[in-house]
């Protein structure tokens, strides 16, 4: 499987942007798809993710921010980030894996892609 993230770049904050990202190949399982994002100095984390029943997770800090959704005809993830601050700087990944929502902080994402930088000026 493999995963390319489109849709990073330079914006203001308060600002918005719209992530990307396709998925391709085949003989593979897909349940959930999630964003993650690492900043310089920090840790990994997840931002969002997505079942294949359309049930949703987000982390506390982006919730009412960014909105996921996926189009399974189309085998893409989107990620809406609105109202973007510069604490929201960081590389942004897609991933994606066999395990559902629920059980992903444990399974984790089996699929990864190369991310896209998104920078939020102050």
């Known amino acids: 499987v493999q995963l390319v993230e489109s849709g990073g770049g330079l914006v203001q904050a308060g600002g918005s942007l719209r992530l990307s990202c396709a998925a391709s190949?085949?003989?593979?399982?897909?349940?959930?798809m999630g964003w993650y994002r690492q900043a310089p100095g920090k840790e990994r984390e997840l931002v969002a993710a997505?079942?294949?029943?359309?049930?949703?997770y987000y982390a506390d800090s982006m919730k009412g921010r960014f909105t996921i959704s996926r189009d399974n005809a189309k085998n893409t993830l989107y990620l809406q980030m609105n109202s973007l601050k510069p604490e929201d700087t960081a590389m942004y990944y897609c991933?994606?894996?066999?395990?559902?929502?629920?059980?992903?902080?444990?399974?984790?994402?089996?699929?990864w892609g190369n991310g896209t930088l998104v920078t939020v000026s102050s």
């Open positions: 991933a994606a894996g066999s395990a559902s929502v629920t059980t992903l902080h444990y399974y984790g994402m089996d699929y």
């Open positions: 190949g085949s003989g593979f399982s897909i349940n959930a």
């Open positions: 997505i079942g294949s029943g359309a049930n949703t």
